[in-house]
Structure formats: C-alpha cells, structure tokens
C-alpha cells in the first residue's frame, strides 16, 4: 500500500505531541490528562494488521514499543504498562503503550472501560515532567536498544 | 523468575480452552459468547511485562501472536483484529488477539468500553465454527510460518 492514504488520520496529520521519528514509524504522545504517559507508536507505512508487517519491520516495530514501555518502567514506575494495537476507528497501524498506576481513574480495567474513582492531576503525580518523559523516549528510541 | 508463581491465576491454571501448547508458551481461547473468536497468547514463565522478554523470545511471542491473527483474518475476514497486553488483574504477560466484526455488541469501541448494539449468537455469525476455528489455529502456530 502506498504511505499516504486519502481519509486516514494518521496519514494525515501526526496524531498527537510529535517525540521522536524513526525510518518506518513516529512516536507520539497522545495528550490525555487522566493518563498522561501515554504514547503511540505509529507505522509510517499505512497498513492496518500487525501481522501484514515482515519478520524484520515486526522486530523493528516492537523494539519501539520496548523502548517506550522501558522509559516508562525505569522512569515513572508504574503499576503496569499496557499495549494495545486495536485500529478499530483508525484502522493504520498504531501501538499505545499506556503507563498504568493503581491510583488512575481506570485502574485495573483497561483506559477504555468503566472509571473506578475521580483523580485530579494525574500529571503532577507522575516521577517525572512530560517534558522530561519525552526526552527519555526520544533518547531511548534513538537509541533502540531495548535489552537486545 | 520461576516459571510459576504462587497466586497467579496463569500459572495456576490454564485459563481457558487449550488451542495449542510451544516450548515456551501456550495458545488458549476465551469462553466469551460475545467475542467468540477471542484467543490468547500466554508466556509460559511469569514475566509481567513484554519488554521483560529477550529479543529472541519477543519475536518468538510476536510469531505466535501473528500465527493466531492471520488465521483469523483469513478464515473469519473480520473488520479487524485487536491485538493488547494489558495484565492489569494478571500480571503475567499474555496477548489478547481477538477478530472484531463492525456487526459486534462493542465495535468500532474496544471490548472493554461500552457497548454499541445488542447481538445475539454472535458464535453463529462466524465463517467457521470454534472447534474448526481452534484446529486451524493450532496448524498454523505449530508451523509458525507468519509472514517471514
């Protein structure tokens, strides 16, 4: 498929706080202020299922979201990290890896289920700024090094 | 860490119908009369998060995750396959690899938000029934073939 789909938004437009950019894929920072260590790895290419990617993009994808989900482990300690690639709305492909604490208003259901308790802030309870959190993914995905 | 934890639910027991068993993990599908072709991918040894995972055994996960999805897509041609790794309630790594249809209680919302429609025997409405659905799920992460 070609890169560039008429309609789709994540061909159209970055989809978010634009935090670093590799040869096949954007890491973006969705802005939602109840769960504000959420990014988004999205594949340049327009493809909607992981599984239309080869071994290698696979591999490489992946590496991406590591390195996000490891940022937010070392840096934030959270209680969990989520990783999802749903596409149903958006059908391009796109990884959340969504940092997840036992005090936000979703925790344990999933950020798309039914609240569980009223949180002001959740920004200022992070470890770190957003700022701050970007440059680490920036850095680490530049990096990619993931554990390999 | 050890390969089972006292308490956790996945190490415990096998946590849904057997599809198929690998060296290092185990294919089961979700009793959910809702979502029936809901299958998940479970990691044998207890590891919470995905990035835990060595390179090598990240794309052997990610084989079998592919294997299940591509089995999905091309004996159900649904609207979607939704692909997360939440372990929120069961911290134990494990892939949620599920076919959505646009006619389904909660599409285009993931199965954990609202849901959109009532649907009846939406088991009936598969290309396939479950037990022909699992045999060839079970063909395909046998031979791990994916793509590459």
Redesign the interface.
Known sequence: MSDLQGGCALCQSTGGVLVATGPHWRVIRVEDPAFPAFYRVVWTEHV????SL??SA??EC??V??AV??VL?RVLRP???????????V?HLHWHVIA?FDWDSH????I??EAQRRVESATTRLAATLPELDHEVATAVGDLS???
């Open positions: 909607a299922e992981f599984s080869s071994g696979r591999a992946m590496s979201v590591c989900e490891q482990l209680t969990k990290v989520n990783l999802a690639a749903l596409g149903n709305v059908p997840r925790f344990p259901q999933p798309w289920g993931c554990g390999d």
